[in-house]
């Protein structure tokens, strides 16, 4: 599993591209959901492009590996749909894609604590 602070990182990554490479959010991070499929092992993300732009996803190492890579992307495309339906549920008719980054960056919190002691679950069900 992806570590938050990593998927923060991607997060700001992917939503700097937008300017520049993308016109939206969602095709920014479609492109590196692509990107995750096209996989090879080791890590190494093969190229993206098309209509005049490019993305390149390299991964070095280990840690995170070509399924982690996969794994963060999907739930950021989760994380994108979720903030997106959200924001129009509370009165924001055509959210935009600064908005939809802000709450979704918001909802990537660390866990800071796990416990094994469940013993109080049951009084709260």
Known sequence: MIETSILKLWLFRIYGQVPATYATLV????????????????????????????????????SPD???????????LDLY????????????NSPTDAQIYAEMKDRLVPVREIT?????????A
Do not use: P, Q, Y
């Open 81 to 92: 749909d979720s903030a997106r339906a959200d924001l129009v549920t509370s009165g924001v």
């Open 116 to 124: 094994k002691d469940f013993s109080l679950a049951g009084r709260f």
């Open 66 to 76: 070509a399924s982690d890579f996969a794994e963060g992307i999907s739930r950021l």
């Open 27 to 62: 095709l920014s991070l479609s492109a590196a959901a692509n990107a995750s499929i096209d996989a090879v092992k080791g890590g190494t993300l093969s190229n993206v492009s098309g209509n005049g732009h490019s993305l390149a996803w390299v991964t070095g190492g280990s």
